[in-house]
């Protein structure tokens, strides 16, 4: 009666004590850090041996933090926009195209995602020496758009294989042009895929660490290569701080997608 | 006949085009293939023409150490993940939805939190005088500290926390998709637990754990800033030394080189992993 939930016995009891260890141990660094960030100990002593908002203070004084933070969501929603939209043509090519080497297309379109992302990142870097386009913002946008795409891809595809075309076709039928069919009747439908894509493309972005270093100029940073810059001077509370509201980012990212897709999936 | 209206006009049923994928396809031959492709003949066109960089990646004990190290630690990472995975992957197949969705929010965000955020927790933690050795002394369980971090252990415990959820949420759907029924049949027929766990539970699992590993040994092969971060310079992985060729030593070479050969294990890897489960069962895992 393995797969018995109720019919498990002692062995329920192991296992979920086990499931409980794991998932202590997938949330003690999330929120060790948020902790660690109200501590007043300089050497990160813990616990603290009092509590103080001064490494806010800290992070808030300097200009570069903030900065960063603005040059990361600036690069990231442009990657988000250009993703999608170029992930969802492709996409109808990919679901309902009938041409030779489809599949080959497919497996070429989600290659970024399985390379090292240190072959690519040395890759681009020595590109865009070449072209000009080292450290530029166009240059993150265009590395990051790639890397973001098959993030994009995936879950419309997924969507669009989901969809009955027959319902767009009744809609040429009814009148409407091909293209307002797929505007009107399509898009709706495959919109939690739509905005999945974006927020995985998104974060894609925004989490990117390695192309992100190469590519990095003194003038243009973004957070992530901020963050890694301060890490490998020393381990001051100050990215503890950091850390937490990213932390929070999440949590509220978390929470907006499980509200939107609710609300979409009415 | 509600079909009839549209089989008599095939205009309809015309598939959309290749036109789409243009604009992807220009985005990634241009700026993916293309300047992948020129660092992989940098390889063999620097300094001089020829193979000399891979004679001598391939002739030095340095890289030796670098590539056994990196080897090393991706395959008792994939181990590690696995084994503490598959327990929770079971529990939460089965699990009321109620008690399961918390440990889901939990899966997603540790894995959704910035990935350096997560490594400089770990990089905390597991220093000399972290919390984590503070605690098994203070429990009487150490005399002094553990070399927790700077070695390839440090490296381990990261990077199973940054795997574990890559392996869990796959092995869910895998879980899920086994019939309770052939379970019940075995312990009817009088299997014990552990027979039908061996002989039925487990095998029927085996496609999900042989993708989901194949991913996480793939993943740990090239990855980059966790091994930097907590392995200290005397242990570098692959990802790192390629990456100290180029930016500190400016060797494009053996660097490319290098680079060259964790493409080519990590592609043959990807293709065994298509083979074993088809590119749409893998993909559509996201």
């Given at each position: 009666m393995l797969l018995d939930y109720d019919r498990l016995g002692w062995l329920r009891a192991a296992l979920l004590g086990f499931t409980g260890l794991v998932a202590a141990f997938l949330l003690l660094p999330v929120v060790f850090i948020v902790l660690l960030s109200f501590g007043s100990s300089r050497w990160l002593a813990f616990p603290p041996p009092g509590w103080t908002l001064k490494w806010y203070a800290e992070l808030f004084a300097d200009p570069a933090w903030l900065e960063a933070a603005l040059t990361s969501?600036?690069?990231a929603t442009m990657v988000a926009i250009l993703a999608v939209v170029i992930g969802l043509l492709a996409s109808f090519a990919l679901v309902r195209g009938q041409f030779r080497g489809r599949n080959t297309l497919r497996?070429?379109?989600l290659t970024p995602m399985v390379?090292?992302?240190?072959v690519f990142a040395i890759a681009i870097y020595a590109f865009f020496l070449r072209i000009g386009l080292g450290g530029t913002t166009a240059g993150f946008v265009i590395a990051h758009t790639v890397l973001a795409l098959p993030f994009a891809i995936i879950p419309i595809t997924a969507a669009l294989e989901g969809f009955d075309k027959s319902i767009e076709d009744a809609?040429?039928?009814?009148?409407?042009?091909?293209?307002?069919?797929?505007?009107?009747?399509?898009?709706?439908?495959?919109?939690?895929?739509?905005?999945?894509?974006?927020i995985f493309a998104f974060l894609a972005s925004w989490d990117e660490v390695v192309v992100a270093i190469f590519m990095a100029s003194p003038t243009l940073q973004t957070l992530p290569v901020k963050i890694w810059g301060s890490l490998r001077q020393d381990l001051s509370p100050v990215i503890a701080a950091a850390s937490s509201l990213l932390v929070l980012l999440t949590l509220s990212l978390m929470i907006v997608?499980?509200?939107i897709r609710r609300k979409l999936s009415k | 006949m509600s079909g009839n209206l549209l089989h008599r006009q095939p205009i309809l049923r015309r598939p959309d085009g290749v036109g789409g994928a243009l604009p992807a396809?220009?985005?990634i031959t241009l700026f993916f293939v293309v300047p992948v492709v020129a660092l992989l003949l940098r390889s063999v066109t620097e300094p001089v023409p020829g193979l000399q960089n891979y004679a001598i990646l391939f002739g030095d004990g340095t890289y030796a150490r670098v590539f056994f190290n990196t080897f090393l630690v991706a395959t008792v990472v994939t181990a590690v993940t696995v084994i503490v995975a598959f327990p929770v992957a079971w529990m939460l197949a089965i699990m009321p939805p109620a008690l399961g969705s918390i440990v889901f929010g939990i899966i997603i965000l540790s894995m959704w939190t910035n990935l350096l955020t997560r490594t400089y927790a770990w990089m905390v933690l597991l220093q000399r005088t972290g919390v984590i050795n503070r605690t098994l002394m203070d429990i009487g369980l150490i005399s002094e500290p553990l070399p927790l971090i700077n070695n390839l252990t440090g490296v381990t415990i990261g990077m199973v926390y940054i795997m574990l959820p890559f392996m869990i949420l796959p092995l869910v759907g895998t879980l899920r998709a086994i019939d309770p029924m052939t379970l019940r049949a075995a312990a009817l027929c009088g299997a014990s637990p552990f027979n039908a766990f061996?002989?039925?539970?487990?095998?029927l699992s085996l496609p999900g754990i042989a993708a989901g590993g194949l991913m996480v040994f793939v993943m740990s092969l090239g990855y980059f800033v966790t091994p930097t971060l907590l392995g200290g310079t005397s242990n570098m992985m692959l990802a790192a030394m390629i990456a100290q060729m180029i930016q500190s030593l400016l060797n494009w070479g053996l660097g490319s080189a290098a680079a060259f050969i964790l493409l080519l294990v990590t592609m043959a890897l990807y293709a065994l992993q298509l083979r074993l489960v088809g590119a749409k069962r893998m993909t559509g895992g996201i």
């Open positions: 969501a600036r690069i497996g070429l379109l390379l090292p992302v240190v809609a040429i039928v009814c009148g409407a042009s091909p293209f307002e069919a797929k505007l009107r009747v399509t898009l709706p439908a495959i919109k939690i895929g739509i905005f999945s894509a974006a997608t499980a509200l | 396809l220009t985005l061996r002989r039925i539970l487990l095998p």
